[in-house]
């Protein structure tokens, strides 16, 4: 898309741009602002390699849009400020498909793919056949519309025939370019096919948005997809991060004055080129020219090995012939064309009988059904449970026992039901009525006005006190090594612990007459809680298990006083004035340490020894990582891997999950694999040793 040349001199305009930042854009030069503005959209969006940084972007971004309020005659349609139009969405209006949208034929193993290619081979006369082979996207299927090189329109797939308008939603998808020189290949008007996808780190960002909502997640990022496609408001399709793979071209006309001097491509990869080349993200890279069956088969089964490392779901892989009068030799059928195949890897689906619904209480008091399915295998695990999140969900996917039911399990995502199969019902099937009352403790369940979850109120409901108990100790909370889930368990149900507090009053003795505890486990033990004593006070905030307040809360909670006591003298008002600490968690954290229970617990706790105070030398969000971003792979020596990444906090810096182009520093320790492998291909990422990183924040 762009060459070396041309990339230098973009970025270097664009240093000129950033450096003279009251430079106004004029008539003359607003072009040239728009163009770098692309070129960094296609950087990062397509490439996912940006030159430059977020901010960086959006003043650019801001000078442009500046100039163009003040001159809204000079703004063009494919300007990178249209993108955003009206808000509001009413009503998808129907398009229909310059050519209808097939599905494909499906194949799951090589000799389904024999049979296949035998058929090409007879009905073409040829010995072999050229195939181009590249990934099956597991998204919504779109269709766009360029005409005279600007995008004119983005259709959801419907029935085949017509589907809905979705322009504008399609225009908040920045690898789709809203202009392509398709004119210089020739090409007046062309129909593209692809597919709108959410990668599984934005898709696990939408979970979590969700989770902390209390809402139950989305079964698959394709749902996702599909229906973020649909919302009505332009800016929440924005937040959502859609991207699109463009993977053929269905129909195209030529440009009128110059039918004979085509340049368009006669092969299937020569038009994924095509479409690399205009700066679409299409499956360029992915995607492999065979010659002959056997080859494809090797490509493909190579190909499913690595479906886990790439940063998208897959569910296949397409198999086309290449060559394009072929293709229109090879025809269609009614249903599809017989020049192309899916072959689809090892299902994550399966389906499975719903028997019955266990409930369990969390640590705030949430009933959360829990469905016991019978046991099946899914994308290599055997299920045997399933969260069925809460009653509307129930009642919503028309859960009864008995049923058939879907079950996915998406990549790192935890199994979800997508649905029951009602048409499998024998009649025997009984609806799942939620229980009124707790099931560990008998009290009477609450289901406050507009929220989804039933909660047992009884403070002192055993389940509530195990799961307290289980969440104080746990690695992000107090960290007490080698305590765990089963231990509290076990100690709870033999009177040696009662509450968070009695956990300091453990002894030796105790220990001894359990059975399989030895000397060392117990020296490890109680070593373990004594220096949970010493964990600093954002541990120990979030360690309460307050509801709203996690890990970051805590944080910003531990900042904002010097002891924990300060926060058990705040009125409401005073804790909605902290940074990031809105109603809903201000009432939680008041009414916490309104609870007698609760302080007469921290008072026990403070008795015990335990830390109570900020220590002065524990700051976040200020120092000399400000604002950078880290990842640690591979085994670290001089560290532990919880430590460093602690320190990097400790020091102002942030924590991202995997890697990509937003990604700073990489500490890589021993043994390190794809992470690395993957970080060497973004050059703005800096890739440093263990040693390295502990000079770089100087201990
Ligand atoms: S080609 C006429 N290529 O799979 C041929 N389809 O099960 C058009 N899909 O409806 C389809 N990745 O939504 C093609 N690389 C790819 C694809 C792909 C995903 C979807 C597409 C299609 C469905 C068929």
Redesign the pocket.
């Known amino acids: 898309m762009y060459t070396n040349d041309q990339t230098k001199k973009l970025q270097a305009a664009s240093s000129e741009w950033l450096a003279k930042k009251d430079k106004a854009p004029s008539e003359k030069n607003i072009e040239e602002l728009r163009n770098i503005l692309r070129f960094h959209e296609y950087r990062y969006y397509v490439l996912n390699d940006n030159l430059i940084t977020d901010p960086e972007y959006d003043s650019l971004y801001k000078a442009l849009e500046l100039f163009e309020n003040e001159h809204p005659d000079l703004i063009t349609p494919n300007s990178p400020t249209q993108r955003v139009g009206a808000a509001l969405i009413k009503d998808f209006p129907k398009r229909q498909h310059l050519v209808p ?4 034929e499906n194949s799951y193993d090589a000799e389904d793919l024999y049979d296949w290619d035998r058929k090409a081979r007879e009905l073409s006369g040829l010995d072999t056949i050229e195939y181009c082979a ?4 597991d998204g919504a ?1 779109i269709s766009l519309v360029y005409e005279d090189d600007m995008l004119t329109s983005g259709t959801t ?1 419907g029935d085949g025939e017509v589907g809905d308008d979705i322009t504008p939603n399609i225009k908040q998808i920045r690898s789709v370019p809203l202009s392509a020189s398709f004119s210089s290949y020739g090409i007046q008007q062309v129909e593209l ?1 692809g ?1 709108v996808l959410l990668n599984k780190h934005n898709f696990q960002k939408y979970n979590d948005a969700l989770a902390e909502e209390g809402l139950p997640p989305l079964a698959n990022p394709r749902n996702a997809a599909a229906g973020s496609l649909r919302i009505k408001d332009t800016r929440e399709v924005a937040r959502r991060n859609l991207e699109a793979f463009l ?2 071209v ?1 129909y195209h006309t030529n440009t009128a004055d110059d039918p004979q001097a085509t340049k368009e491509p006669v092969t299937h990869s020569g038009m994924l080129e095509m479409l690399w080349n205009l700066g679409f993200r299409s ?1 360029q890279k992915e995607m492999k020219i065979l010659k002959g069956i056997d080859a494809v088969i090797a490509f493909i089964q190579a190909f499913e090995t690595r479906r886990d490392d790439l940063p998208y779901e897959i569910d296949g892989m ?1 198999i086309k012939v290449n060559d394009l009068a072929l293709q229109d030799r090879l025809g269609m059928t009614s249903h599809h ?1 017989r020049w ?1 195949i ?1 072959y689809k890897f090892k299902a994550r689906q399966a389906t499975s009988k719903l028997l019955d619904v266990e409930y369990q209480v969390g640590r705030t008091g949430a009933v959360t059904p829990v469905a016991k399915i019978q046991p099946v295998q899914v994308g290599g695990v055997t299920v045997g449970s399933i969260s069925v999140h809460n009653e509307d969900y129930i009642k919503e996917k028309d859960l009864r026992k008995g049923d058939t039911i879907l079950i996915e399990r998406s990549g790192d995502v935890i199994p979800q039901i997508v649905r029951s199969l009602p048409e499998l019902r024998t009649g025997k099937e009984e609806v799942i009525v939620f229980p009124k009352t707790c099931p560990v403790c008998n009290d009477e369940l609450v289901k406050p006005e507009g929220e989804a979850v039933w909660r047992c109120v009884n403070i002192n409901c055993k389940a509530q006190v195990v799961e307290r108990i289980i969440h104080f100790v746990s690695k992000d909370a107090m960290d007490i090594r080698s305590f765990g889930e089963a231990n509290v368990r076990k100690f709870y149900d033999l009177g040696l612990i009662t509450d968070i507090p009695s956990i300091y009053a453990l002894t030796a003795d105790a220990l001894k007459q359990l059975e399989g505890f030895g000397a060392k486990s117990i020296e490890n033990l109680l070593q373990a809680i004594e220096a949970s004593k010493a964990q600093p006070l954002h541990r120990l905030i979030y360690a309460l298990g307050i509801r709203y307040v996690g890990e970051t809360t805590g944080k910003t909670l531990a900042q904002a006083v010097s002891g924990i006591f300060d926060l058990a003298g705040y009125t409401d008002e005073q804790l909605k004035a902290i940074d990031d600490v809105g109603v809903k968690v201000a009432r939680s954290i008041f009414e916490f340490f309104q609870n007698e229970d609760n302080t007469k617990m921290l008072h026990k706790l403070q008795a015990a020894g335990i830390s109570m105070e900020r220590s002065k030398n524990v700051r976040f969000a200020e120092g000399s990582l400000n604002g950078q971003t880290f990842l640690f792979t591979g085994t670290l020596n001089k560290l532990k891997r919880s430590d460093a990444e602690e320190k990097v906090e400790q020091n102002g810096g942030k924590i991202l999950s995997g890697v990509s182009s937003k990604l700073n520093y990489l500490i890589v320790g021993e043994d390190a694999g794809s992470k690395l492998e993957k970080a060497r291909k973004i050059p703005a990422i800096k890739i440093l040793t263990e040693d390295e990183f502990l000079e770089m924040i100087n201990t």
């Open positions: 949208m097939l599905s494909l590249e990934p099956k996207f299927s797939r096919r597919e993977y053929h269905s499956p397409v064309p192309a899916a």
